[in-house]
T-cell receptor, first 112, second 113 residues
Framework: DTAVSQTPKYLVTQMGNDKSIKCEQN?????MYWYKQDSKKFLKIMFSYNNKELIINETVPNRFSPKSPDKAHLNLHINSLELGDSAVYFC???????????FGQGTRLTVV | GENVEQHPSTLSVQEGDSAVIKCTYS??????FPWYKQELGKRPQLIIDIRSNVGEKKDQRIAVTLNKTAKHFSLHITETQPEDSAVYFCAASKGGGADGLTFGKGTHLIIQP
């Protein structure tokens, strides 16, 4: 009964490939996010969706495209992967007001 | 946009002593301040949070204080234990929801036996 689950946990791929990371939450939350944690452990928001609608799109290359088929799912598709995309990507969800985000277990993406 | 500064980047304390981590934020409209603990290889986990209409909040050995005028907030851990060793992140947001969280750069807390 994991609250926020994302797959895969590890992803190793070559430069130039296209890959997707899936995320699902069973908390009934309205808002879902993607965060990127770099090698220095810095956590930065990439996207925010509220009820399937894109709310935040930080300065992220347009090779990254989120898709929310319904309120419980937010997937991340990455085109033409680059070495600098290597990081841990966390999916998270929250209610809209005054509640901290609950994070998935993370996907460690390594681009070789 | 919001900017959150966190200090220190590394903190080493003796087991049983107290630890204090401090954060400042730039956007006076921010009104929700959570703290996360991240153990090695694990996800960030919410440990305590505070809203801007409250000055202090406690939960057993951890407490958070907020000074809205000075735009800073702090995490206090008393009677530290080995399992408190982790990276701690402060964060700020407006409303805690769709705006997302702006994180500090993290504090690596080391509890010395």
């Amino acid at each position: 009964d994991t609250a926020v689950s994302q797959t895969p946990k590890y992803l190793v791929t070559q430069m130039g490939n296209d890959k997707s990371i899936k995320c699902e939450q069973n908390l009934g939350h309205d808002t879902m996010y993607w965060y990127k944690q770099d090698s220095k452990k810095f956590l930065k928001i990439m996207f925010s969706y509220n009820n399937k609608e894109l709310i935040i799109n930080e300065t992220v290359p347009n090779r990254f495209s989120p898709k929310s088929p319904d309120k419980a799912h937010l997937n991340l598709h990455i085109n033409s992967l680059e070495l600098g995309d290597s990081a841990v990507y966390f999916c998270a969800s929250s209610q809209t007001l005054f509640q901290g985000a609950f994070f998935g277990q993370g996907t460690r993406l390594t681009v070789v | 946009g919001e900017n959150v500064e966190q200090h220190p980047s590394t903190l080493s304390v003796q087991e049983g002593d107290s630890a204090v981590i401090k954060c400042t934020y730039s956007d006076s409209a921010s009104n929700y301040f959570p703290w996360y603990k991240q153990e090695l290889g694990k996800r960030p986990q919410l440990i305590i949070d505070i809203r801007s209409n409250v000055g202090e909040k406690k939960d057993q050995r951890i407490a958070v204080t907020l000074n809205k005028t000075a735009k800073h907030f702090s995490l206090h851990i008393t009677e530290t234990q080995p399992e408190d060793s982790a990276v701690y992140f402060c964060a700020a947001s407006k409303g805690g929801g769709a705006d997302g969280l702006t994180f500090g750069k993290g504090t690596h807390l080391i509890i010395q036996p």
